[in-house]
């Protein structure tokens, strides 16, 4: 019985226990135009091929799948859409670094100053010679301060909102041990933190959904831990480049680190990032340091006659 069969190259990696899948090839054409055409034809079109590429059985619920596109902007080395379970990211940090080690591993860019394309913009990667990866975001800033709102079953909770390439609601001095042994109370906790933030009609500036929360306490291996619960409902094992990024803007807003300062942040898994901002024309640019490892290297093969072909 002949049967079509597609395939789609892929090179897996990790940022701190994050897992980041990079598609290299054989994806449907999407055109030439921006990125946000290109993310817009994706959606559009071809929203099965995200569910295929991150979901079961191919991958799993907590995998960031990234989009590799020829750049609009010549000195781009790359553009990028990131997808995950359940939809499209504007912006990853870890998905980002990931995606400067796989270049390196395709040997497409070696150390030095790399241009990236986003949907929320252009960002800068710098890979040295140990194999770190500095990422400067997009401009990050707090919109609201200590928003105070109800959560069934855990009473009244206050946190900042804050963007760092995505929308974050931010939560200091919660009484849970941000550890692997609360995983089960971080993540029942953040959800209802989230549905709350709906139902209260909470967003971000311009009507922006929060779709991920972030709580942060004390640790001696850095200046911060977090959880953050990304949309899908899964946590973020890396310390979370945007996250991490909506941190600092909210720290440097309060006078708590100054310019240049680093900033240490420790993830639930242990893996650390090092942030520090800089000042451009009165924004907050936030700069993250870290660095991935290639842990794959696939041909996703697409069978029409598999009935989960296209994830689920």
Same mark, same amino acid.
């Given at each position: 019985?002949?049967?079509?069969?597609?395939?789609?190259?892929?090179?897996?990696?990790?940022?701190?226990?994050?897992?980041?899948?990079?598609?290299?090839?054989?994806?449907?054409?999407?055109?030439?135009? %921006?990125?946000?055409?290109?993310?817009?034809?994706?959606?559009?079109?071809?929203?099965?091929?995200?569910?295929?590429?991150?979901?079961?059985?191919?991958?799993?619920?907590?995998?960031?799948?990234?989009?590799?596109?020829?750049?609009?902007?010549?000195?781009?080395?790359?553009?990028?859409?990131?997808?995950?379970?359940?939809?499209?990211?504007?912006?990853?940090?870890?998905?980002?670094?990931?995606?400067?080690?796989?270049?390196?591993?395709?040997?497409?860019?070696?150390?030095?100053?790399?241009?990236?394309?986003?949907? &929320?913009?252009?960002?800068?990667?710098?890979?040295?010679?140990?194999?770190?990866?500095?990422?400067?975001?997009?401009? %990050?800033?707090?919109?609201?301060?200590?928003?105070?709102?109800?959560?069934?079953?855990?009473?009244?909770?206050?946190?900042?909102?804050? #963007?760092?390439?995505? #929308?974050?609601?931010?939560?200091?001095?919660?009484?849970?041990?941000?550890?692997?042994?609360?995983?089960?109370?971080?993540?029942?906790?953040? #959800?209802? &933190?989230?549905?709350?933030? &709906?139902?209260?009609?909470?967003?971000?500036?311009?009507?922006?959904?929060?779709?991920?929360?972030? &709580?942060?306490?004390?640790?001696?291996?850095?200046? %911060?831990?977090?959880?953050?619960?990304?949309?899908?409902?899964?946590?973020?094992?890396?310390?979370?480049?945007?996250?991490?990024?909506?941190?600092?803007?909210?720290?440097?807003?309060?006078?708590?680190?100054?310019?240049?300062?680093? #900033?240490?942040?420790?993830?639930?898994?242990?893996?650390?990032?090092?942030?520090?901002?800089?000042?451009?024309?009165?924004?907050?640019?936030?700069?993250?340091?870290?660095?991935?490892?290639?842990?794959?290297?696939?041909?996703?093969?697409?069978?029409?006659?598999?009935?989960?072909?296209?994830?689920?």
């Amino acid at each position: 019985m002949n049967r079509k069969i597609n395939r789609i190259r892929a090179i897996d990696s990790h940022t701190g226990g994050e897992p980041t899948r990079v598609i290299i090839a054989g994806f449907p054409d999407l055109g030439n135009g %921006s990125i946000g055409e290109k993310l817009e034809l994706f959606r559009s079109g071809f929203d099965q091929m995200r569910s295929a590429v991150v979901r079961e059985p191919r991958g799993h619920e907590a995998m960031v799948g990234a989009l590799l596109t020829e750049p609009a902007d010549p000195e781009c080395a790359a553009g990028v859409i990131f997808f995950n379970n359940v939809g499209f990211l504007k912006m990853c940090g870890h998905g980002t670094i990931g995606l400067v080690k796989t270049l390196e591993f395709l040997e497409k860019i070696g150390p030095g100053l790399h241009r990236i394309e986003t949907v &929320v913009g252009t960002v800068e990667a710098e890979l040295d010679e140990k194999g770190f990866v500095t990422i400067q975001n997009v401009p %990050s800033y707090r919109s609201a301060r200590l928003v105070e709102i109800p959560v069934p079953g855990y009473g009244s909770v206050k946190g900042d909102v804050a #963007w760092g390439g995505n #929308w974050f609601f931010l939560i200091e001095n919660n009484e849970l041990e941000i550890s692997l042994k609360n995983l089960d109370r971080l993540t029942d906790f953040t #959800w209802q &933190v989230r549905r709350a933030l &709906v139902k209260e009609g909470i967003t971000g500036e311009n009507g922006g959904e929060i779709d991920h929360i972030e &709580v942060f306490g004390k640790t001696d291996r850095a200046d %911060s831990k977090n959880f953050v619960l990304c949309p899908g409902k899964e946590f973020d094992r890396s310390p979370c480049g945007t996250g991490t990024s909506a941190k600092l803007a909210c720290l440097y807003e309060e006078g708590k680190i100054r310019e240049g300062e680093i #900033w240490r942040q420790e993830s639930i898994t242990g893996s650390v990032f090092e942030g520090r901002v800089k000042i451009v024309d009165q924004k907050i640019i936030p700069l993250i340091r870290g660095t991935a490892f290639i842990t794959g290297e696939n041909d996703l093969i697409f069978d029409e006659g598999d009935p989960f072909c296209f994830g689920f």
